[in-house]
């Protein structure tokens, strides 16, 4: 995250274009209040996240084959932690262990 916020900041990126970015690691109704108090654009924001979810579950698939990892806890987990909503609906498909629990509440 502060490579990307530098390398916008290098390159002249107006803070339209970078405030949005540290919000993004929040829930989506978060991010949606803090980029509307430090003045970014809620579109580039909810890009961001949603790049990010898929992004996720791309690579958790990849290293999981790659570390030969194929416990279903650690997966969702990695998922959900990472791929905001996206990545919640992978942890689902993957099965029962891996999806959120409703007794976590």
């Not at 909810?46 to 999981?64: C, D, E, K, N, R």
């Amino acid at each position: 995250m502060a490579g990307l916020l530098l390398l916008a900041w290098l390159l002249g990126a107006p803070p339209s274009c970078w405030r949005p970015w540290p919000p993004k690691s929040v829930t989506a109704p978060l991010s949606i209040g803090i980029v509307e108090q430090v003045g970014g654009s809620l579109s580039l924001m909810l890009g961001g996240l949603l790049i990010t979810g898929v992004l996720t579950t791309i690579f958790v698939s990849l290293l999981a084959r790659l570390l030969k990892i194929d416990d279903s806890r650690i997966l969702g987990f990695a998922l959900g932690v990472n791929g905001h909503a996206v990545g919640i609906v992978r942890a689902f498909e993957l099965g029962p262990t891996a999806a959120p629990s409703p007794r976590w509440a």
